[in-house]
């Protein structure tokens, strides 16, 4: 049984910074990608950052210079540091892991900037 969970969301005042983390279990399957998602009150789910098959890392031109994305393969675990957080980065962001035909997501983490 595949699990996929993420932690470390929160309210932070702009400027500040916020580690997100997600682990998944049970993945059998060739992995084809790992990604951040956000999603904003109103608006469509999109991409922020994301590591392709081949090691590519790619990010959103919003987070570009703010964000970083890592992962710990020995941990199947990634990860989303970001830095100087504005109140637009505000959204529930979601966590997925490609793998085989399908994407598993996290349950999604709420970030909160306050101005």
């Known amino acids: 049984q595949v699990q996929v969970v993420e932690s470390g969301g929160g309210l932070v005042q702009a400027g500040g910074s916020l580690r997100l983390s997600c682990v998944a279990t049970g993945i059998t399957s060739s992995m084809n990608g790992i990604g951040w998602y956000r999603q904003a009150p109103g608006k469509q789910r999109e991409l922020v950052a994301g590591?392709?098959?081949?090691?590519?890392?790619g990010y959103a031109d919003s987070v570009k210079g703010r964000f970083t994305m890592s992962r710990d393969n020995a941990k199947n675990t990634m990860y989303l540091q970001m830095d100087s957080l504005k109140p637009e980065d505000t959204a529930v962001y979601y966590c997925n892991w490609a793998a085989g035909r399908r994407n598993y997501w996290g349950q999604g983490t709420q970030v909160t900037v306050s101005s």
């Open positions: 590591i392709s098959r081949t090691g590519y890392l």
